[in-house]
């Protein structure tokens, strides 16, 4: 008999439910339990984005942010287009994306593979990774902020192994927001991690016993056979962390402020200081819009990839 | 409409719930007082004049963000002080992160509602009032006896209408290390070549030099103004010359290892930390930290901080206090402000407890101002000081200008370029 592959019978469970969801009867329940999470979603999505793009349209600051809203079209969109420091924003919101994406999911791809084993230290590996993740924002950023300060932790181990002069890690404008996305990614790369350790697991193991048999090494093995493999949920996990990294604020907010200068001022950065330190609320909403317009593309990205990964299944 | 503006703002109200930048652009929190001959005898509330029931019941709220242990101890003497005259009602403070009160206002203003009483940083006065957060009391100051112990510019009016007051002034000065300068041979600098030359000695000697705050935003704004007022520059900084010079000197001294690199992530209260290390012989911070430096274990003090030919000049910060667009009981936050940071003895609670300096001429005149080295350096300021901006438009300078200050300091821009930026964009905001 031919052993049937986990792929196909994951094919058979999915035909099997799509078949009890078409029993009659069975269709008309379905619109009543998504109810109320529809008029969640109404409420406090739908209506909120719709006065976001509403007012991205509009000219709203401060003295009439209670009252009414002239319509100025396109009028916000175009300034921030010709503003000189949204460009700058979103060059650095590029930069800092990318970086965040190459060390999450580099580093969360050799991570996956430690703590694929059911050893005791990669058990205890995941766990710390997820105490890592799980920690807030604000406890990282200003953690890795006291370790980043003259005088901090890392300084003082580059001073003893002999550097003379570490580097200003926050202070220095070149490398502020490396630093900055160095911390994003150490939170992310549990995630990845964690998200490819089940991939890896999904894996059958004969592939990965045949390709040893004929003689592969453990590298070409994760290299010919398992990266391959994994090439579906890579795309997943990669696209989810483009989206967070793009839309990262609170790192930036607890250890640099957007600086020094403007160094580390990213689009959703620069959106929270037009619209609540300036209450340029129009530009800061048209900011905003744009961001949702990029992250919708990720998004469909995402779904896109998902959907080819579970073909693939 | 109105619902969804709040429930934006609340929303970004609660992503922005991160830890708040320390301190206040206008000086405000961080440790208290103790001027050296502090009051000691409980202060006595004054009648009020609102023909109120002294016993009427009701709550009271306040908004502020006010957060050191010196202001908490202000907050419930200010509170205690008001149930002299008011036994039955309630105050309820609220502290709300000094970023996110302005927000919080108008959230709360888009559903009609809001404190009775809001202690905020009155550059701001402009906006809010425009915004209809506040409530004007320009008939409860035309009637109130004391309004002329008030000088004019503390008492701030939008159209013809007050909207608030300072119950005190806060301004930046530079604390100096009395035991450094003493070991180094130098005496308190008065002109920016001193100043620089103090630098040079101290730093030679192998000790710090300047800790200041080089934060971009309202942080850079507030302290690096007074360097180029004192070079006889205001808020539209035309002389694009004299800029790129006050840029060029500040940049010169990172350089040359006067100011610390990192100082451009420093805030006012990591600056003041910095400098009761002992390790710096300078440094730039406010009146409000008098209470803070009695833990020093150096002798220290205050002069002006050191100008160029205009001579010094800081800005005059410290909260004002308001009554809010929605409260329940004008009447009432009217009494408490009378009672409390309006009166003397409120104001004199102030200076005991944080070291914040009075702006009632009776209370400016208290022994434990002038008795005390470190406030008879802030309050000669105050006779020089230049009064915060305070529409939309100076709001957005006072950002940029911060942004620049940092990014000058880092070397993210040459003075040039700094100056350039401030040329082009200036004009046009401040138009």
Known sequence: MTPTSPRSAYSKVQRAARLALDRPGRRTASPLFAGPAVLYLLVFAVYPLVELVRMSLSAVGIANLLRDWPLTGLDN??????????????????????????????????????????????????????????????VNGTLWKFLFSDGGAIGSILQAVGVKHPPFWLADPTLALWSVAFVTSWVTIPFVAIALKAGLLDIPREVIEAAQMDGASHLQVARHVSLPILRPVLLVTAVLVVIYAFRSFDFVYVMTLGGPGTATTTIPFLGYKLSLRLFQFGEGAALGVTSIVLIGFLAALYVRAARADVAAK | MRTVAAAALGVALIVGACSSPAGSSSGGSTPAPAPTTAATTAPTAEPTQTGLDPNIKADLTVWHYLTTDAHNTLIADETALFNQSFPNVTVKNEFVPFDQLTPKLLASAASKQGPDVAVFQWGDVQSLAAAGVLQDMNSYWGSFADASTFAPSVVHSVNGKVYTAQAYANLIGLWYNSDILAKDGITPPTTTAEFEAALAKVTAAGDGGLAIDGKPGVDGWWTGMPFFFGEGLDVHMADQAKVTSVYAQVKSWVDKGYIPKEAVTWDQDTVFNKFLTGKFAFAVGGNWYAQTATKATFKYGVVPLPAGSAGSKVYLGGEGEAIGAYTANPDLAWAYLQATWFSKAGQLLALKDVGNLPTRSDA???????????????????QTGVALPITPAENQAQTLMGDLWSAVLSGQKTPEQAAAELAQKLPTILK
């Not at chain 1, 175009?78 to 979103?90: H, K, P």
């Not at chain 1, 999911?105 to 799980?134: D, H, K, P, Q, Y």
């Not at chain 2, 005149?365 to 105050?382: H, Q, R, W, Y």
């Open chain 1, 77 to 138: 969109f175009t300034a921030a287009i010709a503003d000189d420091d949204v460009r700058a924003a979103f060059l650095t919101t590029l930069a800092f994306v990318g970086t965040v994406l190459m060390l999450s999911v580099g580093i969360g791809l050799v991570a996956a593979f430690l703590i694929r084993s059911n050893s005791f230290w990669a058990r205890l590996l995941t766990a710390l990774m997820v105490f890592v993740w799980c920690l807030p924002p604000v």
């Open chain 2, 364 to 382: 400016a005149s208290d022994p434990a101002i002038s008795s005390s080295p470190v406030l008879s350096g802030f309050a000669t300021a105050v």
